[in-house]
């Protein structure tokens, strides 16, 4: 699988952003497919999470302002921000993860950056 991450860039606090993951290369659907993001000098975490079947899941931080979604049609997965605060800032790396007959499949995209100014 393939991931190519866009839609980051400049807002305001308040403001709103859509970041794309097109995803490539496998069968999309039966990927859980996530959001995480990196701070300058912070660890990665999880933003949100997505099941193949739509069951979503987000970190307290994030919950009410941000929503997952996927679209299997199109192989691409989604996340709307709206009220963005500074403190949103980060890269953002889209994320599929699957286990099938004992394999174990685990992707990462390249990242777009989220900068927001107070």
């Known amino acids: 699988v393939q991931l190519q991450a866009s839609g980051g860039g400049l807002v305001q606090a308040g403001g709103s952003l859509r970041l794309s993951c097109a995803a490539s290369g496998s069968i999309f659907s039966t990927y859980y497919m996530a959001w995480y993001r990196q701070a300058p000098g912070k660890q990665r975490e999880s933003v949100a999470g997505i099941a193949s079947g739509g069951t979503t899941n987000y970190a307290d931080s994030v919950e009410g302002r941000f929503t997952i979604s996927r679209d299997n049609a199109k192989n691409t997965l989604y996340l709307q921000m709206n009220s963005l605060k500074p403190e949103d800032t980060a890269v953002y790396y889209c994320?599929?993860?699957?286990?099938?007959?004992?394999?174990?499949?685990?992707?990462w995209g390249q990242g777009t950056l989220v900068t927001v100014s107070s």
């Open positions: 994320n599929a993860f699957s286990i099938a007959s004992g394999k174990v499949e685990n992707y």
